[in-house]
Structure formats: C-alpha cells, structure tokens
C-alpha cells in the first residue's frame, strides 16, 4: 500500500504559525470536540491509515480450544483455482440498500487428512443449499463427503463445514458458494464509493482487500501464502465497464432478471494473494498506450479528468517506470496488462492490486495548469512506490503480514530509483533523507519504538496486521535496505534481488530468503567482502529497535557507539539480544577525500586514520547512507562548522543537511550544547538548495513553537530574518521579480520556504507581495494569479496576516473547488488564521480529532497550558476520547517534556539569538 500524508509536503512553516493563546485554543478544542463526537455518535474513528500509531503491547492469548477459533487457517487444505462472479448493484434496493451478489467455486486438495473445512467468509449472506451454506463435490475420481453441517464463526470469519467423513489426501474438491453482500461506502472490500459530477451523483463499485478484506467479497481462503489462479466474471449495467486484475477477455449483453445487463470475463489471473484482487465498475474512461509492442498500459479516471487530459502525466512516466524495474529486477513485467485508476474517494495513499493499482485521484491525476510540483513529485513517487509492488510483493510475496516491513519498505526505498529514472534532472534520490530518514528517526529515537521484523505467531489478529502499516515499517524498512544497498554495493544488491525474484516467482518467501540471495550474490562476486554474513549484520537493525549514534573522537581516532535515546531521561525496558550494539557500516572522508568504508562492529573501536589535527577534518556517514547518526569531539565540530562557513560545498546536499539535523537532535539528547546545533544555521545565509534548509526549518520550527509567545521570539525573529533575506532576494533575483517559475526541481520547493519564513520574519516587501496577489484573486475569482506551487505558502501567509474577509473567501473556493489538491491546499491553509474563534468552522471539515488534539498542543510549553490540558482531559473523562485518546496522554506528555526544556534553554537560547541577530 502506500503512505499516507495528512500534510503536504512542502507546506513550509509559515502554516505552522498559530498564534493562539492557551485559553482560546482549549476552548477551539473543546468545540471541535464536541463536534466530532457529535458526528461519530458511535462510531469509532476510522485511523486505519494513521501510519505513525504505534502497535498495542504484546499480551499472551489463551490458546483456543478449537480450529475455527484460531486466526490462522489450518494447513490441511491448499487453494488452487477459483471462478467467481459477482454482480454489484449501483442503485439501491427498496430498502435504501446498496447490494451486491455472487457465487463462487473454489478447488483445493487436501495435503493433511481432515473432516473440516476452514474457510474465511465475514459479512456475507450465503445461500442455502439444503441447509447448508455451501455445496461440495469431488473433482476427478474423487468423491466428496457429505456435508454434517455448516456454520459460521463471526469473531475469526469463518465458514465452517464439518464433514461426515474425511477428504482424502492428494485428491481436490470443489467448495460452491453463493453469497449477498453489501456494497457499503465503508473502503473495506467490495465497496460503494460516491462522487458527484455536474450535480449528479456517481456510484463507483470498488475494491480494498488489503490486508483483510477479501474475505468480505466472497468466501476465500485468505491469506498472503493461501495463493492461486482467479477466473473473474463481472456483471453490470450498460454503459459501464468492469475491470480487475486479468485484461477482459469478452463482454456479451444480457438480460437477466428482466434486466439489460452486460458480462465482462477476465483471463485468468497468475497464481496471486486475494489481498491484491480488484474489481471495479464505474462509468470512467482511460487513456493508453502500449510497451514492448503488447503490453498495455491504461489511466482510468473520471471522464471529465480524462478529457481535462489529467491521466496525461501519469501515462507518460509509468512505461519510464516499468523499463526501469524490468531493468532492475532483470525480470519482465509478469502481467499482460497495466491498469491504474484514479477513484475520488479512497482510503490508502494507493494500493498496488495486481494489474489494477487503485490511487487518490490526487496520487495520479497531474492538472498542467492546476497542479503543483508537489502535486507532481508525489504522483510520481508513488506510481513508482505501486510498479516495484508488481514484482516484489505481488509476483514474490512475504508468506506472513509479520513481514511487511520487508514488502513496504522495499517499495519505498526503490521508488525513488523508479522516480529517479522517469525524472532524471529531479535528483529526487536525496529527497529519502527528508521523507524517510529523517522522519522515521524521529519515532526510533524512543524508547517506545518497537523493531522492524516480529516473530509471525505475535501477529494474528485483522488489527494487529493493521499494525504493522506504520513508519517504522515503510521508513525504517527504506532506510536500512538503502544502506544494506550501499554497503553491498547496487549491482550486488540487485543481482541477489534479482535472483530471489527468479527464484521465488508466483511463491512466498520469509524475509531471509532475501538475505540468502544476497549473501549468494556477494560469494560470486569477486573481492567482495563483509565481515559478517547478510543475515547476522541485517539481524542487529531488524530484530532490535532503535538506531546508534556513532561519536568519533578525531583526537584519538576513538569510534563508539551508543544507543540514541531523544528524551536521555527515557527508560528502554524492551529488552534486546544485541544489547542495541549494531554492526555500523561507516562510509566516511577526510579532508574532502572519500575514505574506505569502516565497519565498527563492537561498542567502541579505534580507527587510527580518523584521527586528524591542524586544518583537517572528518566527516562521517557521507551522503547518509547509513541508519545513524554521528557526533564529534568539539574540535572537529569546530572545524566542520568552519568549512561550511568558508565553502558549504564542499560537502554534498544531503551531508549538509544530515549536519544540522544530526546536531539538533544530538543537542534535543542533550549531548551536545544547544548553542553548538543553533550554530550549524548560521552558514544558511549562503545556502540556496534546499535539502539543507529544510532541515534546518524543520528543527528551528521547535524552537518557533517554544519561544513565540516569550521574549525570546524577538531575537529569534531577527536572527532567521537575516538568515532567510538572501534566499529571498535570490529568488527575487532568478525569478525576474516573482513573474517566473524556478527552473530547478528542488529550487521550486525551496522558494516556497524562501516566501514562508520571509513573511513570517517580517523580511520587507515579502508580506506586501503575498497582500497584492492574495487581493487579486479575491478581486478575479475566476482567475486565480498564484502559481501552484505557491499556493499553500501564499493562502496561508494571506490568511495569516489577514483578517476574516480572507478567511471567509478561503472557505468560499474551498466549498466550490473541483480539483481535490486544490479543496486539501485551501482547506490547510484555513488552520493559519490567527483568529482563533474561526477554528470554530473546523467541525465543519473532516478533521480527526487526534490530528487536532496534535496540531493544536504541539506549542503548548507552559504550565498554565498543561493546567488546562489536563482540566480538559478530566472534564470529558466521563465521555471518554476514543481513539484520540492516546493522543491527549502523548499531548500531555510533550507538554510536560517542552516545559523542561524551555526551562533549561530559554536563557542560552536568548543570549544566543540575542548576540546572532546584530
Ligand atoms: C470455472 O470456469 C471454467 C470456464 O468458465 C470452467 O471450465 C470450469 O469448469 C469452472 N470450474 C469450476 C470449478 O467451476
Ligand atoms: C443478511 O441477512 C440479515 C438477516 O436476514 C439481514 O438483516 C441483512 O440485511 C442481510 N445482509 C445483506 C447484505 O443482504
Ligand atoms: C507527456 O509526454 C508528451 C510527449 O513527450 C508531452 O508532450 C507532454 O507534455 C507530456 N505531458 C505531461 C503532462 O507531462
Ligand atoms: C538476468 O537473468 C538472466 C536469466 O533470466 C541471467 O542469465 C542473467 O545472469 C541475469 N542478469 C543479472 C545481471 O542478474
Ligand atoms: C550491555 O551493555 C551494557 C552497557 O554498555 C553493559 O554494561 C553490559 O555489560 C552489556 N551486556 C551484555 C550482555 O553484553
Ligand atoms: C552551552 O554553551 C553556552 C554558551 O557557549 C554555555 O554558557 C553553557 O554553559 C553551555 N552548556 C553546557 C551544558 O555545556
Ligand atoms: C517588481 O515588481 C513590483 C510589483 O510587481 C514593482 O513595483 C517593482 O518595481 C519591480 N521591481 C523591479 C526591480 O522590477
Ligand atoms: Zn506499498
């Protein structure tokens, strides 16, 4: 599946500057809370995509009694093949329902003797055939027991038949069910999803099996390793077309019932998981072309964004994307066919069914006009996320969800390559820093974290596989086999890839069959050496959370590593069999000259070549291709300080980021001096990429949220004023006066941070230019002046600096917006306003309450606040939080941390920005 993100990328901090007062934001709280309750009256909150919520402990179930109880299928019984038919209805029945129907005929063969038959099946009505829920008969000389009876478990979705007599090992049957079903608009399996085109209303029937969906659309065995062949027919309405997974091999009209109905037939699928079965029927049309002279690859989407040629962009990169992995993986593309839809109503960011990847329209829909280069770096990203699944995940699947980390992460370590090759000039490579590494070391720098790979008998149950849709899995499972590709080299790593693919194609694997073929890969590869195997020196990143920082003293040449805790107050009571010590492959240089790689493989170790005196100077994990951070004596902070001072390019991009954020964090541990971090900002007055500055943004955005409403902010305020003047005067500069668009990819992303720290600093002229396009949109509703890539920093700072008139205009484009990146812009850039009653308008919206509880407490650093947050919590104990109720404990929580640390740096920090900003 893909990530989810709730906040555009590059939204810059300009947006993240509310200026409430405590009493007034509790009280925007309590409103929208009681909204939100108000509207999710019983009803849980669906945060199924919340990719950061952190997997319940661990408790030891009582082991069940009976087959049927437990959450796992038995081993006795092996799909192989299956017909199935369904036939949604897209208009509802008498009773207000949306319905759909079916049948369906599995055979499997019985490998261990048995008189049952295990089946999942949940929320399905099935037929009786007399008085039973299913029908079974013998295939071949086989002959098939009688049925003793039928019955379903609702707790573990099954349905049961106990049979009179036992099935014969070696001999197949076939399971006949007929089944009705619901075509709800709950994203969950076969479902309803409702859009309105030109004031009528669309019904789209859709599908989402993952991770345990399938079960709810017809009867199945269902589960990852459970895979075979899928003979599809799907019946319809006229005018509308049928798609899913195998290219259609026929249509024919019908009437059935007294109804004009037509058929749609599919070929066969390939041996596949039913988490990636799809199956559409909608009204929408496609754009297509074709590869290697047969492969066809279709756009669907709505026909108003097909003929607005929105599909254009999407259709252009994918054959870059498929010939990429092709390449890559040295394995064709398994299918005969390439479908992707857009769906206006979706849940995942995307989800990579085999053959028919379903997205967000804003996932694959690129507007020329409308859409920014966000909008397009994001479609890009994530086709290329969805293409790597086709081959790894869906031809080679991970026998158990206890493995997705390997699935996810994979996908998301080579989309960048996939994106990378569509976009070469992009240099999008580096941006993994930013959206994976950076971020993911936030959450694996607590002691609450939890490792990447868990034992398959702790994850049964449909929520905890929901579980493991999180950061850790996607980011950190990107991050470490990104290093494992760097420390074995890309075409090492790609050969035993592409030997596990080969090896393992239309079959499951466990996440160390990987390592096998890579250890294979190394041993033919002449002069290649590890000092571990694959498999020992994976162990210590998957199997133990956290990460280490590595500290190096130039002065001795001493190397040691140490777990890195964020909060050194923090307790680590998960236990580790490596004692967090990792085998730390180090990439490093010295004096600008690339070194061998050192790998520390004990606590602490000396490497005599790092250590350096007089002018020289070491600089550690370069171009971050290794999971850690690293620290330095003093004197070599000194003197790399000094280089980026005198000639920041000399170390690459994403090492001058890697500086600053490393340094924050180190001094948010308290290992280093709060003034040493602040200090790796001061060459930002030279820096014009922007990987650097929006690292530095991104960690000065605390010390924003802490100190704007103290005397601190004043002195801050000036400092990053005169650090954000030359950006803003280059941009002013290469973009002849605001009236061009930067020619660099990144440059594009970086002006949207020069433009939302210079007005929120108060840089001259910057609050004026945003007033005078702002106005003149206002004045020409129909013709808005504000580039796209521009927007989300301009609506904001507009409605930051102005009053309700811009709000109120804001949320008038906000209800008419047809293009749903431009509804997600307006609608973030309405949190800006520094008028806390029109917060009041959020219950309008489909904010999550724990996204607020998040957004609007993440300042909060003073007693008085924590007073009331917790005065808050109490007076609606009675009525309970739900799912946010784990985000007002951690509300609570950082509060009472940014306290501490106000008070322990409010006075360096002053002094600092005091002496700085003259
Ligand atoms: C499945 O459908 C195919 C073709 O329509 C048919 O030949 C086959 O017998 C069916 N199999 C079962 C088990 O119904
Ligand atoms: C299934 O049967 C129950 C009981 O008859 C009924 O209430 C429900 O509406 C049915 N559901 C569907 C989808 O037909
Ligand atoms: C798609 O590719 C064609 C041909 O190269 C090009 O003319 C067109 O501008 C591209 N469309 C988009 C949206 O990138
Ligand atoms: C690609 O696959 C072919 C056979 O499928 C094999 O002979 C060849 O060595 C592979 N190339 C690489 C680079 O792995
Ligand atoms: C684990 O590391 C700690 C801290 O360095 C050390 O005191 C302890 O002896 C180590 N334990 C094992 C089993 O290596
Ligand atoms: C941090 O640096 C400041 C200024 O250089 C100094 O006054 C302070 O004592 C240092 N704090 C620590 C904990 O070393
Ligand atoms: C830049 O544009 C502004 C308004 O659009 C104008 O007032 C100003 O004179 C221009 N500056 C230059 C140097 O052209
Ligand atoms: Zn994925």
């Known amino acids: 599946m893909g990530r989810v993100y709730y906040v555009s990328k590059n939204v810059g901090l300009g947006m993240l500057v509310l200026a409430t007062i405590a009493l007034a934001t509790i009280i925007a709280l309590s409103i929208a809370y009681d909204k939100e309750r108000a509207k999710n009256r019983g009803k849980p909150e669906n945060e199924a995509t919340d990719s950061t919520s952190m997997p319940t402990p661990l408790t030891t179930p009582s082991t069940p009694k009976e087959p049927w109880d437990h959450y796992r299928l038995p081993d006795s019984l092996v799909p192989v093949s299956y017909n199935v038919t369904l036939w949604p209805r897209l208009r509802p029945n008498a009773d207000g329902m949306y319905l759909f129907t079916g049948y369906s005929a599995v055979i499997f063969s019985c490998v261990k003797e048995t008189d049952l038959i295990i089946i999942h099946s949940n929320k399905l009505n099935l037929t009786n055939f007399y008085g039973h829920h299913a029908k079974l008969s013998g295939l071949g000389d086989a002959t098939a027991p009688t049925i003793q009876k039928t019955w379903l478990v609702v707790k573990t979705h099954y349905l049961v038949l106990q049979l009179r007599s036992a099935l014969a090992v070696g001999a197949s049957y076939v399971l006949h069910t007929e089944f009705q079903g619901e075509l709800a608009d709950d994203l969950e399996g076969f479902y309803r999803s409702e859009y309105t085109e ?10 989402q099996m993952q991770a345990t969906y399938a079960r709810k659309t017809f009867p199945c065995f269902d589960e990852p390793a459970m895979k075979a062949v899928f003979t599809v027919t799907i019946i319809h309405d006229q005018g509308t077309v049928a798609l899913s997974n195998g290219r259609e091999i026929g249509t024919a009209d019908s009437v059935i019932d007294g109804m004009p109905l037509r058929v749609t037939t599919f070929e066969p699928t390939e041996r596949m998981s039913t988490y990636l079965l799809a199956f559409i029927v909608s009204d929408f049309v496609n754009i297509q072309s074709t590869q290697n002279s047969n492969l066809l690859i279709r756009i669907w989407a709505r026909r108003k964004a097909i003929e607005d040629r929105q599909g254009d962009y999407a259709l252009n990169v994918t054959g870059p994307i498929l010939q990429f992995y092709e390449h890559y993986y040295n394995a064709t593309y398994p299918l005969s066919k390439s479908d992707q839809i857009a769906l206006p109503d979706f849940n995942a960011g995307a989800m990579e069914n085999w053959g028919l990847v379903t997205y967000r329209e804003t996932a694959l829909l690129y507007d020329p006009i409308m859409s920014s280069t966000g909008n397009k770096e994001r479609i890009t990203t994530v086709i290329a996320h969805e293409l790597a699944h086709m081959w790894f995940g869906n031809l080679v699947t991970l026998q158990w969800w206890n493995d997705l980390w390997l699935n996810e992460g994979f996908a998301s370590y080579v ?25 993911v070391f936030a959450v694996d720098a607590l002691a609450s974290s939890h490792p990447l790979s868990r034992r398959e008998e702790e994850v049964n149950t449909p929520a905890q596989i929901s579980e493991m849709f999180n950061t850790i899995s996607y980011s950190k499972g990107a991050a470490v086999l990104r290093m494992l590709s760097e420390f074995l080299t890309e075409p090492v790593f790609a050969k035993g890839l592409s030997s596990y693919l080969n090896t393992f194609a239309f079959g499951n694997t466990v996440y160390t069959d990987l390592w096998d073929h890579l250890q294979q890969a190394v041993k033919n590869t002449p002069g290649m050496h590890i000092p571990h195997t694959v498999h020992n020196i994976m162990n210590r990143w998957t199997l133990q959370m956290g990460f280490p920082v590595v500290t190096i003293d130039t002065r001795t040449g001493s190397i040691t590593q140490k777990h890195f805790l964020l909060d050194p107050d923090s307790v680590v009571d998960r236990p580790s069999q490596f004692n967090y010590t990792w085998f730390v492959p180090i990439k490093w240089m010295k004096t600008g000259v690339e070194q061998q790689q050192h790998w520390l493989l004990q606590k602490t170790d000396a490497h005599i070549q790092m250590r350096v005196s007089g002018e020289d100077w070491v600089l550690a994990n370069t171009n971050v291709s290794g999971y850690f951070r690293v620290n330095y004596d003093l004197d070599n902070w000194d003197r790399l300080l000094s280089l980026l001072n005198t000639n920041h390019q000399a170390l690459s991009i994403i090492n001058r980021a890697q500086i600053i954020d490393d340094a924050f964090n180190l001094a948010r541990a308290k290992i280093i001096n709060t003034t040493l971090a602040l200090r790796t900002s001061k060459y930002l007055a030279k820096e014009r990429d922007y990987i650097p500055w929006e690292s530095a943004l991104r960690n000065l955005d605390y010390y924003i949220l802490m100190f704007d409403r103290t005397e601190v902010y004043g002195a801050l305020q000036l400092y990053l004023k005169k650090q954000i003047q030359p950006l803003f005067e280059y941009f002013k500069t290469i ?7 930067p020619t660099g990819h990144t440059d594009r992303y970086n002006q949207i941070n020069a433009i939302g720290i210079a007005c929120s600093m108060g840089v001259d002229g910057c609050r004026e230019l945003i007033k005078s396009w702002y106005r003149q949109w206002m004045e020409s509703p129909h013709h808005n002046p504000i580039h796209p890539n521009l927007k989300t920093t301009v609506y904001c700072s507009a409605i930051a600096f102005g009053g309700v008139e811009e709000w109120d205009f804001a949320w008038r484009m906000f209800k008419n917006a047809t293009l749903a990146s431009e509804a ?20 309008r919206g489909s904010f999550s309450f724990s996204n607020l509880v998040n957004g609007i407490t993440k300042r909060f650093s003073t007693d008085f606040e924590l007073q009331e947050l917790k005065k808050f919590k ?29 008070t322990e740096n409010k006075a360096h920090v002053l002094k600092w920005f005091t002496e700085e900003s003259t």
Request: net charge neutral.
């Open 415 to 439: 989309e960048y390559l996939g994106a990378d090759y569509a976009e070469p000039t992009w240099n999008i490579k580096d941006q993994i820093i930013l959206y994976d590494v950076h971020k």
């Open 824 to 843: 997600v812009r307006l609608r973030s850039a309405m949190a800006c306003t520094k008028v806390p009653w029109l917060l009041n308008s959020y219950g």
């Open 735 to 741: 973009t002849a006066n605001w009236t061009k668009v």
């Open 198 to 207: 030109d004031g009528v209303k669309k019904v789209v029937a859709t599908s």
């Open 874 to 902: 109490e007076d609606n104990l009675h009525v309970g939080f739900g799912s946010a109720t784990l985000a007002l404990e951690q509300a609570i929580e950082k509060t009472t941390a940014n306290i501490k640390w106000v």
